[in-house]
């Protein structure tokens, strides 16, 4: 039996689609069908049953899953001690996550990374939408809430700061803020409730309900340049905002949230060596961007650089 034809019968079973095994395999779905074809010649029997949604493991085709599973681990294993996995890390490793963790935090990071491994290809899906690990959309995920059920590694990753914030432009032209009441009256901007992907993204209803929405946006990046127009306030994660030095924190102190990060694999593939390699790469890397995803003082530093400066004071010279 051609292991081949099995090896593409495993990625159908476990992505659902023809497209999305196709894309994971690095080939046209047209190969993918081919190979099922060829399988199910092969064993007699069909191991697919075709709906609207993909395709579904036959009752022969559940039968045989596991049994391929297990010679897919001793083949890794093998694999995992011979000379040229010693070369380095190489293959595809595809990471799922929110678009401005995603974006502004891992992207520089994946890219230096990925050059340190010439074989290694990284795909990194920064979405403004949840990506499922159960549909084989991802590889790696990291998400706003922790994976319920299923067969999977998960791990929480970091705890992040969001802030309100608003533009100099905006404040400056606006009345002043000191209390959640002196909200009233502001425009806000934020999400599209209907289209929210989190219930962790509802941060305003912790805080003042909006008289009036300037933008409402899926993407947390065009809220960001929206805040940075001069449009209104928005609660933003201290990891876009606070390093735009246009942008002020409202309420310092009275306005901040807490959201996590958790990062999660199929409990199948943890054993390979480049998701292990890329797996605690990025915890890594949320471990040496602390102080950019949970700033600490940075108001203070921000009312510091703000206030006027004092000369310095003249002492009389000793004779």
Same mark, same amino acid.
């Given at each position: 039996?051609?292991?081949?034809?099995?090896?593409?019968?495993?990625?159908?079973?476990? &992505?659902? @689609?023809?497209?999305?095994?196709?894309?994971?395999?690095?080939?046209?779905?047209?190969? $993918?069908?081919?190979?099922?074809?060829?399988?199910?010649?092969?064993?007699?029997a069909p191991l697919f049953s075709r709906e609207s949604g993909g395709h579904r493991l036959t009752e022969a085709g559940r039968r045989l899953q596991p049994q391929v599973e297990a010679m897919e681990s001793a083949f890794q294993a093998v694999e995992s001690t011979a000379p040229a996995s010693q070369e380095g890390?190489?293959?595809?490793?595809?990471?799922?996550?929110?678009?401005?963790?995603?974006?502004? $935090?891992?992207?520089?990071?994946?890219?230096?990374? /990925?050059?340190?491994?010439?074989?290694?290809?990284?795909?990194?899906?920064?979405?403004?939408?949840?990506?499922?690990?159960?549909?084989?959309?991802?590889?790696?995920?990291?998400?706003?809430?922790?994976?319920?059920?299923?067969?999977?590694?998960? @791990?929480?990753?970091?705890?992040?700061?969001?802030?309100?914030?608003?533009?100099?432009?905006?404040?400056?032209?606006?009345?002043?803020?000191?209390?959640?009441?002196?909200?009233?009256?502001?425009?806000?901007?934020?999400?599209?409730?209907?289209?929210?992907?989190?219930?962790?993204?509802?941060?305003?209803?912790?805080?003042?309900?909006?008289?009036?929405?300037?933008?409402?946006?899926? &993407?947390?990046?065009?809220?960001?340049? /929206? $805040?940075?127009?001069?449009?209104?306030?928005? $609660?933003?994660?201290?990891?876009?905002?606070?390093?735009?030095?246009?942008?002020?924190?409202?309420?310092?102190?009275?306005?901040?949230?807490?959201?996590?990060?958790?990062?999660?694999?199929?409990?199948?593939?943890?054993?390979?060596?480049?998701?292990?390699?890329?797996?605690?790469?990025?915890?890594?890397?949320?471990?040496?961007?602390? &102080?950019?995803?949970?700033?600490?003082?940075?108001?203070?530093?921000?009312?510091?650089?703000?206030?006027?400066?004092?000369?310095?004071?003249?002492?009389?010279?000793?004779?």
């Amino acid at each position: 039996m051609d292991w081949d034809n099995l090896r593409y019968f495993l990625e159908l079973a476990r &992505s659902g @689609t023809l497209m999305s095994a196709a894309r994971r395999l690095e080939v046209d779905h047209t190969t $993918v069908a081919r190979r099922i074809q060829s399988l199910e010649k092969e064993v007699g029997a069909p191991l697919f049953s075709r709906e609207s949604g993909g395709h579904r493991l036959t009752e022969a085709g559940r039968r045989l899953q596991p049994q391929v599973e297990a010679m897919e681990s001793a083949f890794q294993a093998v694999e995992s001690t011979a000379p040229a996995s010693q070369e380095g890390l190489s293959g595809l490793v595809r990471i799922g996550a929110t678009e401005g963790f995603g974006t502004v $935090v891992l992207a520089p990071q994946l890219a230096l990374f /990925a050059a340190q491994h010439p074989k290694l290809t990284i795909d990194l899906l920064a979405m403004p939408r949840l990506v499922h690990l159960s549909r084989r959309e991802a590889d790696i995920v990291i998400s706003l809430e922790r994976p319920a059920r299923g067969p999977v590694v998960v @791990t929480k990753l970091t705890d992040y700061t969001l802030r309100l914030y608003a533009s100099k432009q905006y404040l400056a032209a606006h009345k002043p803020i000191k209390t959640r009441e002196d909200l009233r009256g502001h425009t806000f901007i934020s999400y599209v409730d209907d289209l929210l992907f989190s219930k962790e993204l509802q941060y305003l209803d912790e805080l003042h309900r909006p008289d009036a929405f300037a933008l409402r946006s899926t &993407s947390v990046l065009a809220q960001h340049r /929206a $805040v940075v127009a001069g449009a209104g306030i928005a $609660v933003l994660p201290a990891f876009v905002a606070e390093g735009d030095k246009t942008l002020r924190p409202v309420l310092a102190g009275q306005a901040n949230f807490t959201r996590t990060f958790w990062m999660s694999m199929p409990a199948e593939t943890k054993h390979l060596m480049r998701m292990q390699a890329v797996w605690d790469f990025l915890r890594e890397t949320a471990q040496t961007q602390q &102080s950019t995803l949970l700033p600490q003082n940075a108001e203070k530093a921000d009312d510091k650089a703000d206030a006027p400066q004092r000369p310095p004071r003249l002492r009389k010279p000793t004779l």
